[in-house]
């Protein structure tokens, strides 16, 4: 593995992980700031890096660094200008508690070590010359490089002509109805909430000591920071209020006990299916809010209940049945069916589709394509619903299918950067640990000028809350700070720039009834002008060399299953 810091190569031995920063000339004249050098150290957590010596001197006499953790540090490489580093390299080494060695830049040793490089130095040092490439590394014959971000610029995302296709598709009575449906199965949920607190002897919630009369009800470890969501939910919407160290509830008991509970449900179920003409969603919230002690406890999947016996009836209704669904579909079928009839000429359009799931954007979008020639590969976290995908859309024999995980690097599944032209998610990206690592991923994965189209709620739904919210995982970005099962409107737009894409507007406009609901589908592109494989590859001028142009730079553990997974994922 090859690393260039300020004009000078190391190789590095295969066997080590190496930590790249995010702009690698940081480490050279232009030197990090103690403080950001550590903070990114605990980030990454390298085994091994380099830097010069004024950096290291600057590093060992930061007043913060015996207050971190740099146990993962295994080798220290330094460069001075001058011999005589010997007493560097023990301070260092005795602080840091890793390997640490100093190289004089005019040394043999260290023009040995640089003739040691791969013939592609010249490739290397070329790439890193370039104005629009922030980080570059050389294993064997593949230059792995990352693109600089591009300024804001216009964006044409014909959205206007979806919302007009798609307004004379509902009837405003209809989609007022479907508010005040939400409305109202939130205030179920809400009430059973309260229920399940309740038979978990939670009611009054002692506030004292919540972490020992959670543990003492027996909630589940991995439940109490939903539960606790559920406290402060149920206060603001004002159904619980403080008196002293406790919580108490506001409504009379008879509104939130068992028979009253059962009434609510079954009215509101009647009334859903008249809107929407199913029972499915209903019936699983409904479900839900009966179990929810033992989903509490962790005594009950909450997976079960959505996939009754392993199968997918109830999920596939449930991400159909709603008006909120339906229009959240038909836009984003509208929108990519516009989109490749305006494209399609040439090579076939390639559609890369995350998340599937039980197809529900999948079947919607297909007969939108039309006669336009497109290479579509459907995948999904599970083989399972991945061979399920394939069996249930025997009708377009051209869709291929695959598996593809939101939560890792794209190198690390064997895909190809710059190899979309658009992307489609429909309701999956919530599921992600790290949205905007997810959505980095995405964006190295898309051609220059390519396209995400996605759906996703962008407000607290409090059904949600009490059921398929026990089985999503833990997040690590900004959800993390407030418990919240989905990021709002404006998190999502801040998480689609800082992630490089461009224009990031959606559907339905604010003046639309049902934009009250927070379901909304997004359309952004990465721009343009974003520097392309094609366009590296003629300013490197070695046609010998294959370019990866990642969300990130990999380390050898990465590169080695990337180097493994490569050939057979060629295609993909």
């Known amino acids: 593995m090859t690393l260039w810091v300020d004009t000078l190569l190391v190789d590095v031995p295969a066997d080590q992980s190496l930590w790249h920063l995010p702009a690698l000339t940081d480490l050279g004249n232009r030197h990090l700031a103690p403080a950001r050098l550590l903070a990114e150290l605990e980030r990454q957590q390298p085994k091994v890096v380099l830097m010069s010596a004024q950096q290291l001197e600057q590093l060992l006499g930061f007043a913060a660094l015996p207050l971190s953790d740099l146990g993962f540090l295994e080798q220290l490489l330094f460069v001075t200008q001058a011999p005589g580093h010997s007493s560097l390299e023990q301070q260092a080494a005795a602080t840091l508690g890793c390997s640490v060695r100093g190289y004089t ?11 040691a490089n791969s013939g592609y130095q010249r490739s290397l040092e070329r790439a890193l010359g370039h104005p629009d490439i922030s980080a570059a590394a050389l294993h064997g014959a593949v230059l792995f490089v990352v693109p600089t971000a591009c300024l804001p610029g216009p964006v044409d995302d014909y959205l206007e002509a979806t919302a007009a296709a798609l307004d004379g598709q509902f009837e405003h009575d209809q989609l007022a109805q479907a508010v ?4 109202q199965l939130g205030n179920a949920a809400l009430l059973s909430m309260l229920n399940g607190l309740d ?10 000591d919540l972490t020992a009369s959670l543990d003492r009800a027996g909630i589940a470890p991995e439940h109490r920071p939903l539960i606790a969501r559920w406290l402060d939910v149920l206060q603001r919407e004002g159904l619980l209020y403080r008196t002293g160290t406790w919580l108490q509830p506001t409504p009379e008991r008879s509104r939130w006990q068992d028979e009253a509970l059962e009434q609510t449900w079954a009215r509101l179920a009647q009334t859903w299916a008249d809107n929407t003409g199913g029972r499915v969603t209903l019936e699983y919230a409904r479900d839900n809010a009966r179990q929810l002690p033992a989903l509490m406890r962790g005594e009950s999947k909450a ?16 991400y159909r049945e709603s008006l909120a669904a339906q229009y959240q579909h038909r836009a984003v079928a509208h929108w990519i069916g516009a989109w490749a009839a305006r494209n399609a000429h040439g090579q076939p359009l390639r559609i890369l589709e995350v998340g599937a799931g039980t197809g529900a954007t999948t079947e919607a979008l297909l007969p939108a394509l ?19 995908a394939a069996a249930r859309l025997t009708d377009w024999p051209w869709v291929r299918h695959g598996v593809f995980d939101i939560d890792r690097a794209l190198l690390e599944q064997g895909y190809v950067s710059q190899s979309w032209d658009l992307i489609v998610a429909g309701g999956v990206l919530n599921a992600a640990r790290d949205t905007e690592q997810t959505l980095s991923t995405l ?3 898309l051609k220059p000028g390519g396209w995400l189209v996605f759906s996703e709620p962008t407000r607290e739904e409090f059904w949600v809350m009490a059921s398929q919210a026990f089985m999503l995982n833990t997040a690590s970005d900004e959800r993390q700070h407030s418990s919240a099962t989905f990021l709002n409107f404006a998190q999502w737009q801040a998480a689609l720039h800082r992630a490089g894409f461009h224009g990031n507007r959606s559907l339905p406009h604010a003046d639309h009834p049902l934009s009250v609901l927070g379901h909304r589908v997004f359309v952004a592109q990465v721009p343009q002008q974003r520097l392309s494989r094609e366009a590296l590859a003629d300013h490197l001028q070695a046609p010998d060399l294959t370019i990866e142009l990642p969300e990130y730079l990999p380390d ?17």
């Open 105 to 115: 830049r005019a040394s043999g040793e260290w023009q040995m070590l640089q003739q």
């Open 180 to 183: 005040r449906l939400s409305d």
């Open 199 to 208: 038979r978990c002897g939670l009611i009054p919630v002692p506030l004292d």
């Open 303 to 318: 997976v079960h209940l959505l996939f009754p016996e392993g199968r997918t009836e109830r999920a596939a209704a449930l």
């Open 370 to 388: 039309g006669s336009a020639k497109v290479d579509y590969l459907c995948t999904d976290v599970s083989r399972y619903f991945s061979e399920q």
């Open 443 to 445: 964006h190295a994965l």
């Open 556 to 572: 050898t553990a990465t590169l080695a299953r990337w180097a493994q997974s490569h050939t057979a994922k060629d295609s993909l």
